[in-house]
């Protein structure tokens, strides 16, 4: 397919979808826009379009800007959804009832558990559209949308991670994505990609051992400063965890230090002096409260449903169990309930095989 007739829809106005609509224009597809709040959608239909700065400069003039995720989607032949992982539920099943066939669903990123939350949505709501459900592990850029309808784009990730489910469906939704982001490859299956979820292990934990900071009101810098030496390590003896979850499935997926030099080409001996080493966090500010993504979506949709996974194949994650419970605790809110299980993934009860033939075929033995 040529660049003009491939149709994309991003779901999504903040700080990534803005930022991917215009990158997408500029080089010259056809893109629309959704968001549920109107004074964003309202301010880029004013426009025109959206201005990008940074990685990307220019202005990315868009076919629509909606409040109605019907419209946007509508002919689409790539859905992508840039949106929090707490949003995936409500969007799937709104946009249910507009699905086409062959249509291409991309959850940009899935956080961990992401397709297959969307794909236990749509059988649940009997929707029989052949369509393709993908995601990726983690976000293209590194960016931040100033204002509605101006973005930044601080860095572009050198490698992206996306899969399909079902895997025998990857192949052709990398090669229609490669058509805007060459340096999109394929992983095994939506496993790799949800375990392969950067953001689970770097916002939980070190928000909530910068507490007394981000209280404190003070100006400061995420990364280079929350990343502290002691900190770092605690978040690399985590990411073992992680690996060995990701281990039980026979995957081989890069540690947060491997990660680094893949996505940003940086790399030192540990993390904290890795994260330091990355100009595309140069700029990126610390919160000044608890209740942001960092915990309220990372959490409930990233660390949580890595626990379930570890528990349910008998893997010890201890420092995962007490992040989640250290977040519960201090918020005040049970994330572990709101959160991606094996339960509600629809995985619990079944072995290993199984959930990998699951994962390959999209079929339920």
């Known amino acids: 397919m040529q660049k003009e007739q491939i149709t994309w829809a991003v779901l999504g106005g903040g700080n990534g979808g803005q930022s991917i609509a215009a990158h997408l224009a500029l080089l010259g597809f056809p893109v629309r826009i959704y968001d549920i709040a109107s004074a964003t959608i309202e301010s880029i239909r004013s426009r025109g379009g959206i201005e990008v700065k940074g990685a990307v400069n220019g202005f990315g003039k868009l076919q629509l800007a909606t409040t109605h995720i019907g419209e946007a989607i509508d002919g ?33 990123p899935g956080a961990t558990g992401g397709a297959l939350e969307f794909n236990k949505i749509l059988l649940d709501l009997k929707i029989d559209k052949a369509v393709t459900i993908a995601e990726s592990n983690s976000l293209l850029y590194a960016c931040r949308s100033q204002q509605p309808g101006v973005a930044t784009i601080f860095a572009v990730k050198k490698e992206l991670m996306v899969a399909a489910l079902p895997a025998t469906e990857t192949k052709r939704v990398v090669t229609s994505l490669n058509t805007a982001f060459p340096q999109i490859h394929a992983g095994s299956n939506v496993m790799e990609t949800s375990l392969g979820n950067p953001n689970a292990m770097m916002h939980p934990a070190p928000t909530l051992l910068n507490t007394s900071l981000i209280e404190s009101q003070n100006e400061w810098l995420y990364y280079w400063d929350g990343i502290t030496p002691s900190i770092g390590a605690f978040v690399e003896e985590m990411d073992k965890e992680r690996l060995a979850v990701a281990r039980a499935f026979g995957l081989k997926i890069p ?19 890795t994260v330091k080493k990355n100009s595309a966090y140069a700029q990126v500010t610390g919160q000044k409260t608890l209740f942001t993504r ?8 990233g660390l949580v449903p890595m626990v379930s996974l570890g528990k349910m194949l008998g893997i010890d994650v201890p420092r995962m169990e007490a992040i989640v419970k250290l977040g519960e605790l201090l918020i005040e809110r049970n994330l572990t309930a709101s959160g991606r299980t094996v339960e509600n993934l629809g995985l619990s009860g079944m072995s290993v095989n199984q959930i990998l033939a699951f994962l390959a075929s999209g079929q339920r033995a």
Not at 83 to 98: D, G, K, Q, S
Not at 255 to 273: F, M
């Open 294 to 301: 960092y915990l309220l979506e990372d959490i409930p949709m």
């Open 76 to 108: 689409a032949n790539i859905i992508m959804i840039v949106a929090p992982a707490v949003a995936h539920r409500e969007i799937a099943v709104n946009c249910a009832a507009h699905l086409c066939d062959g249509q291409i669903i991309f959850l940009h």
């Open 255 to 273: 540690s947060l230090l491997q990660w680094y030099k893949i996505a940003y080409g940086v790399e030192a001996e540990t993390l904290s002096e």
